[in-house]
């Protein structure tokens, strides 16, 4: 053991075989048809979609890396994606070594409003469709990630504007969750949570829907 340690003490860097580095993003947002959707990008050297990624530069960091690949292949500019999990096991690229630092971002859909029409396309979450590599993979720990911020917190993410009715807050999260939540459980567990506006608007043929916003600060 001792000698081992001595070995690896008196090498250098260049002696260790280097993987190449990836990031791989996953952009969710609300489509009012789709529900919970996630952004892909058509490959340019292969068939199909994948996640916005790319591999790391000579000298960048990874957060550079991740606003490089969301502006030059989907034109996305503006988000703050932060690291969701380490993807390393071998084989995952046949390409060579490759791991990945996925990342993920959740964002009102306006802020996609830019993206590339053609070459861009927003799937629902749950069948995101066959993806290389473990892309799918990411997609379900950036869905199981989602799913655990909005169990009892009222749409962390913003996904709705400033205010919203207690009906519009609950189908947010029955998208994010996958299934319909229990009414009265949900009004139980956001109502401490949100502070009534005092205005009302129209919902349909009902009464006049109040006006929520949440307790903690949307600055």
Do not use: C
């Not at 081992?4 to 260790?16: F, I, V």
């Not at 890396?65 to 084989?91: E, I, M, T």
């Not at 959740?106 to 749950?126: C, E, G, K, M, Y």
């Not at 590599?133 to 869905?143: E, L, T």
């Amino acid at each position: 053991m001792n000698d081992a340690r001595s070995r690896d003490s008196a090498k250098a860097l260049t002696d260790y075989p280097r993987p190449s580095v990836a990031v791989d993003t996953a952009v969710l947002t609300l489509d009012p048809e789709l529900g919970l959707v996630v952004l892909e990008v058509r490959r340019p050297k292969g068939p199909g979609w994948a996640l916005p990624g790319t591999f790391l530069h000579e000298g960048e960091v990874l957060a550079d890396a991740v606003d490089r690949s969301l502006r030059d292949k989907a034109n996305v500019a503006g988000l703050q994606p932060r690291q969701l999990h380490v993807f390393d096991a071998l084989g995952r690229d046949e390409r060579g070594w490759v791991l990945s630092v996925a990342h993920i971002d959740v964002v009102h859909s306006a802020r996609l409003d830019t993206r590339f029409p053609a070459t861009t396309r927003l799937v629902p979450a749950r069948s995101p469709g066959r993806l290389p590599y473990d892309h799918p993979d990411i997609v379900a720990r950036a869905v199981e990630d989602l799913r655990g911020r909005y169990a009892t917190t009222p749409d962390p993410d913003r996904l709705l504007g400033h205010t919203f009715t207690m009906r519009q807050l609950r189908a947010a999260h029955e998208a994010v969750a996958g299934h319909e939540l229990q009414r009265d459980w949900f009004r139980r567990t956001m109502e401490p949570q949100l502070i009534a506006t005092g205005t009302t608007v129209a919902a349909g043929r009902g009464r006049p829907a109040e006006l929520f916003r949440r307790r903690i600060s949307d600055t």
